[in-house]
């Protein structure tokens, strides 16, 4: 069938893309006879009676109907675009062969690459995949162009290219046109093109495609967003290496955690973690702070001139009806700690929240997180005289680590002030998708809408118990033998627990034991036996009973010990032992360590002085024929000398 056959059986609307009010007038005009001489060929008229019409002959209607049904590179017809005037269906292509060019030759050369790669068709895919892949092949490097002509120019002479032949034999090497045949491939796919000249394009390039995700949130708590920030700062820490004796010591690369809920923006909760890296206990601390809504204000703000806005707070405080609201999922990123099964699986149960990840190294699918912490760093962290910038040459103050010691930048202070500034964000009108309110008042809105009514899902009953929720369950299997005189105990992280009931229970020895241990306090855990009888608090045994300390201490410290980095000042007590050598050490990282076990004492009512180590309150239960009873505690009844740490 002929050109003019097929265009009657075409429905030409389909094939319209050009919006003629958008062409010169000069343009347009001819624009528009042409497109008449297609509608009169698809409604079957004559040669003769269009060169009437329109005034075009019989071969120029031929040559435009050609066009007209021509494919472009995609597959689909040109239509009404191939009527533009000067618009081209087709690339150039060379029919006369390369010849050798004289010295002071101008041009001549036109269409030779398209040719070259004519003759050597494996020289596109090579060069194409390698200049796509380069990002992921040479990661952290700039993209140069002349470094990618070299690599084409290398692939050429693999395929047997000569010397004499294009490019070789020009004076310039044929280094503009490859790098226009670069751009071209870089050209013909913006996701490509964005993923291979840099890291930045990799990540912004995801942004502003115009494609929904997969969780795309509507209403408060659909979606809650969790990360970690590095502060750029330098702080003082105060140090009390004796009773009554302070020093200063200065810290820095500490971090900041929050949780903030994605359709308000508001901060449900925050905390700093001093340590190199955020661990998994410190991300269960914030996640749970979050759902409960146990923040309060800070009573040392006013001391410092610092004031809460009225109405001000986390939002869980502000509104205590969204407190133990269900989320619908936990946004988190890649790290090591939120991989961790008290994350992913035991808070993901107890609360009911599904998690996702995403892909590595894509921060934007957590824009409100990364924009609260952007917030943070230019609002207060940078305005500081000891900030250490986001990077070098990126806002570091001059002598950071001086000036922290001359203004007396202290890290409570610094700790106030951003608690303080945080609260009064929730509070504080914001433009976009708020709607020009504060996350305070849009959740209050959400849940004041008769149009359009929500319910916040409540968790259970029993989720809404701290204790439970911080709360490790672990098996244990009992330990001892009457034959070398070991007592029976269980083992948790190379110390022995034990009470006056199980130290006894011969018949234990071998079974398995429910263990429910404080990960805040591990001088008690709370043991039950296989038939669901509670043989109450097992103590540990030796120097880890006398302070109070974390499993994270308790981990550092048998790290210490194994690494024989750790000198024991204090036989009875490893837990100030470990104290001692962190402030003896003048390295920043022990400083963090420091800052951390400081809080950590003082949140159980000690000091990291040990001054005011108070002795803990034990339990014990005996086992007889009619149950488990509740008998007095012997402090002595256990030998403390040997240390307690089980190397089984």
Known sequence: MNVRGRLKGINLEELMHVNPEALQENIREVFANRLTVIRLISQGRTGSFIYRRCGISNSEQTRLANRFLQRDPEGRYFGDRALIPQMRTTEYRRNAPVQPMRSQQQGGLSGVLKLTLERHPTVATEISNFILRFHSDFSGQKFDRKFIAAKFRSILKESGVTEDEWPFNHKGLGQRTIEKYINEILRSDFMCAASTLGEFGVTHAQIGSGEQGLISPSLPFDVVQLDAYKVDQMCIVKAEPLPGIHTSRVIDRFWLLAAVDTVSTGVLAARFVFSSEVRAQDVEDVLISAFLGNWKPRDEAELQNLSYVPGSGMIGYVLPETKGALWGALFLDNAMAHHADRIKIKLKELIGFSVSYGQLKRPERRSIIENTFKQIAEQVMHRSPSTTGSGPGFGRATDAESNAEKYEIFVDEAE???????????????????????????????????????????????????????????????????????????????????????????????????????????????????????????????????????????????????????????????????????????????????????????????????????????????????????????DDFFDQSAGGVADE
Request: with cysteine; charged share 25%.
């Open 416 to 634: 106030c002030l951003l608690d303080v500034w945080l609260a009064n964000l929730n509070v504080t009108p914001r433009s976009g998708s708020t709607f020009s309110m504060s996350p305070v008042e849009l959740i209050r809105a959400h849940l004041n809408n008769y149009k359009v009514p929500i319910y916040l899902p409540a968790a259970r009953e029993e989720s809404l118990n701290k204790t439970k929720l911080s709360l490790d369950v672990e098996y244990c299997i009992v330990k001892g033998s009457a034959e070398s005189g070991v007592a029976p105990h269980i083992t948790i992280d190379k110390a022995r627990y034990t009470n006056k009931v199980l130290s006894r229970s011969l018949e234990l020895v071998g079974q398995r034991l429910l263990v429910k241990i404080d990960p805040k306090d591990l001088r008690q855990v709370e043991a039950i036996l296989p038939n669901g009888q509670s043989l109450g608090c097992l103590s540990v045994l030796g120097y880890w009973s006398k302070t109070a300390h974390s499993r994270i201490t308790r981990k550092l410290i048998n790290r210490a010990l194994r690494d024989r980095t750790l000198e024991i000042t204090r036989k009875d007590d490893i837990v100030m032992s470990f104290v001692d050598n962190l402030l003896s050490k003048p390295n920043k990282r022990s400083l963090l360590e420091w800052q951390r076990m400081e809080r950590e004492l003082s949140s159980l009512g000690q000091s990291s002085s040990g001054d005011d180590s108070e002795s803990i309150e034990r339990t014990a239960f005996q086992l007889t024929d009619g149950g488990v009873t509740k008998v007095e505690f012997l």
